[in-house]
């Protein structure tokens, strides 16, 4: 190593021209050689190199072509060909297809819950209010970042809660037991997804703390919620809780709920996130420190920053399972999408084969849709967050 | 940990000569049981250009690297501006804010931009504006030939232009003492000059510097004093000349033939 090192600047005793050149613009542009071998385009080409390259792939192109055969002829009848848009039950299951007309009847229902019909604009207004205030920072070419943040987490969720619940403004108070269907899933969903991540990311650094009180709670604080399935500690939170409670204090049980989702999920986050700590390099530390950082400046501006890039596949994963696992809240009396949707398939006005079908495959595309479309925001943002520093 | 942490009386103040920017007394320090700084005393004067050498292992970095406290002595003082500094001492941040230090390894933060790199403390150490700290930074980047680089990511660059990017970032903080702790022992060969080159600027502008380094031409060209160490100690301590002349030591001989045979 000290050989080289010395031999190289002993061999180059005067490379000034050629180093000084080096300092400026990166290395200059490749002179006028050939160009680049000619790639084939056109449909025709595409469908030669995709599909038939050779006889063995050739061969599994038909396979699959005749799989869809098979298949997909009965899935659009089921789906379209036979499918019932308007009607009732008779109509549904004569046609023998989709009873989308059952959903079509119960669309309200299952956006809103229970929500009384006359004050269902006040969910609208929160949900667009939120697109409003988090849209511009899932774009680079926004400016003003920093305010609509503050908005979203500062704010917002003061005039979500009054805007959702009332009280205040004439409003009329909407108890949180009539809330439900898609609004519902929201609700645990985004506020599982904006608690989870702060309390992840205090966990994940309490648990590299050098103070071993701190480290100490916060690694019992997660192992202990790790280990527990989610059903357990909404139950608890559920049933178990109000015995702690001192006489008199009660909390609302959707509230109780929100709290057990972003404390669950809070420790499988902090783990995600601790693996993202772990990744940065030592020199960052000691650069952030040598420059005279304290703990929280070095942790803000230059650990977390990096962290979290790093797991963003990590995050997005346990944002689409916090997603999914609000369907846990009917165990504790609450009915999210899917809750609501079989509720109402069992009606007795409805009750078939062809709505119990419709009704579950309603509720898997809402999930589906929420889910894929947080999974390719989250590749986007990867995308976008890339500096070349690990290419 | 540290049995020394007397605070600093006046009489200490008074028995110090004033005009050592960075003193070791007596420093030991161990990994484990592994006795690495092995009762080191030195003293730089401001505008001071020290050479540290020696054979890798040799304690070396670690004598650099505990002037800011990036590792902790667990024996003896070391004063930097006549104040003591050690693991828990109030104000530690304070004295780390004013040394310079360039690494080995860069250690630019890959996440921000090249002159975010040299802002950032500026502005949340130093509490400097944004527009002060960018005019700084642009400034820097002019005295190290790179300001043309200050919107790229520092994963865009070569490792020389890394370093020396590293380099005015450790200036814009306007530091009394530079640090170097192996600048160019990860750069390409032909990537070592241009840094050195900024190197050699920075002392002729009269900089305090202590460099740990392979590179015993720029040692001779810039350095005051050679500090040659090995197993933890400071075995030789002299001037270019003499260093390279006429070592003391078996073992600054045997160092020396073997760095500069080729």
Not at chain 1, 327 to 355: K, P, R, Y
């Amino acid at each position: 190593m000290t050989d080289r090192m010395l031999s190289a600047t002993a061999d180059h005793p005067d490379a000034n021209a050629v180093i000084r050149e080096r300092a400026g613009i990166l290395p200059p542009a490749p002179a006028q050689g050939r160009l680049p071998p000619r790639t084939h385009s056109g449909p025709v080409d595409w469908i030669h190199r995709n599909l038939f390259p050779d006889w063995r792939q050739g061969l599994l192109t038909i396979v699959v072509l005749y799989l869809l055969y098979l298949s997909m002829p009965g899935l659009y009848n089921w789906a379209i060909g036979n499918a019932t848009w308007v009607g009732d039950r008779a109509d549904c299951v004569a046609n023998g297809g989709a009873c989308w007309a059952f959903v079509n009847a119960r669309w309200g229902q299952f956006m809103y819950g229970f929500y009384p019909v006359a004050e269902r604009w006040r969910v609208d207004l929160t949900f667009a209010l939120l697109i409003v205030s988090v849209a511009p920072m899932l774009f680079p070419a926004i400016p003003g970042k920093r305010w609509f943040l503050a908005f979203s987490l500062l704010v917002y969720p003061v005039i979500a809660f009054f805007l959702l619940y009332g009280g205040v403004l004439g409003l009329p108070v909407v108890e949180t037991a009539r809330w439900g269907g898609f609004m519902l899933t929201l609700v645990v969903a985004i506020s599982g997804m904006v608690g989870s991540l702060p309390l992840g990311i205090l966990l994940a650094l309490g648990r590299r703390s050098k103070m071993t009180v701190i480290r100490l709670f916060c690694t019992t604080f997660i192992e202990l919620f790790r280990a527990v399935p989610l059903i357990t500690v909404l139950f608890m939170a559920s049933v178990m809780l109000p015995l702690f409670m001192p006489q008199g204090f009660t909390l609302d049980k959707l509230l109780r709920a929100l709290i057990g989702v972003a404390l669950f999920n809070g420790a499988l986050m902090a783990e995600v996130i601790r693996g993202g700590l772990q990744a940065i390099p030592r020199g960052q530390y000691e650069a952030a420190t040598a420059a005279g950082m304290g703990y929280w400046r070095m942790m803000i501006f230059v650990i977390l920053p990096q962290a979290l890039r790093i797991v963003i596949p990590g995050i997005v994963n346990t944002y689409v399972a916090i997603i999914k696992d609000t369907t846990l809240v009917l165990i504790i009396g609450l009915f999210d999408l899917l809750g609501i949707v079989q509720a109402g398939i069992a009606d007795s006005n409805w009750l078939s084969a062809s709505v119990t079908k419709t009704g579950y495959v309603f509720a898997g595309m809402g999930f589906w849709v929420l889910c894929f479309g947080l999974s390719r925001y989250s590749m986007y943002l990867e995308r976008r967050l890339n500096t070349g520093h690990n290419t | 940990m540290q049995q020394n942490h007397k605070p600093i009386s006046t009489a200490d103040r008074a028995d110090m000569s004033t005009d050592d920017v960075i003193r070791f007394e007596d420093v030991n320090k161990w990994f484990g049981t592994f006795h690495v700084l092995q009762n080191i005393s030195l003293s730089v004067k401001s505008g001071e250009k020290i050479v540290i050498c020696g054979p890798s292992g040799s304690g070396k970095s670690t004598v650099i690297r505990c002037v800011n406290q990036l590792e902790t002595h667990q024996m003896g003082r070391i004063l930097v501006n006549g104040r003591e500094v050690h693991e828990d001492m109030k104000g530690l941040e304070q004295v780390r804010a004013e040394i310079g230090m360039v690494f080995q390894s860069f250690n630019l933060y890959p996440h921000l931009s090249v002159v975010e790199n040299l802002t950032l403390a500026q502005i949340w150490v130093h509490k400097r504006p944004r527009k002060e700290a960018e005019e700084r930074a642009h400034h820097f980047l002019k005295r190290v030939h790179i300001e043309e680089q200050a919107r790229k990511f520092p994963g865009q660059l070569s490792g020389g232009q890394q370093q020396r990017v590293a380099i005015a970032r450790a200036l814009c903080a306007n530091p009394q003492i530079m640090l170097f702790d192996e600048p160019t022992s990860a750069l390409d060969p032909e990537m070592i000059k241009e840094v050195l080159d900024v190197m050699v600027e920075l002392a002729e502008d009269g900089m305090t510097m202590v460099c740990v380094t392979h590179e015993m031409a720029f040692a001779r060209k810039v350095a005051n004093r050679v500090i040659f160490m090995d197993q933890g100690q400071i075995v030789e301590e002299a001037s270019p000349e003499e260093f390279f002349n006429a070592p003391k030591t078996d073992r600054a001989r045997l160092f020396l033939s073997q760095v500069l045979q080729h």
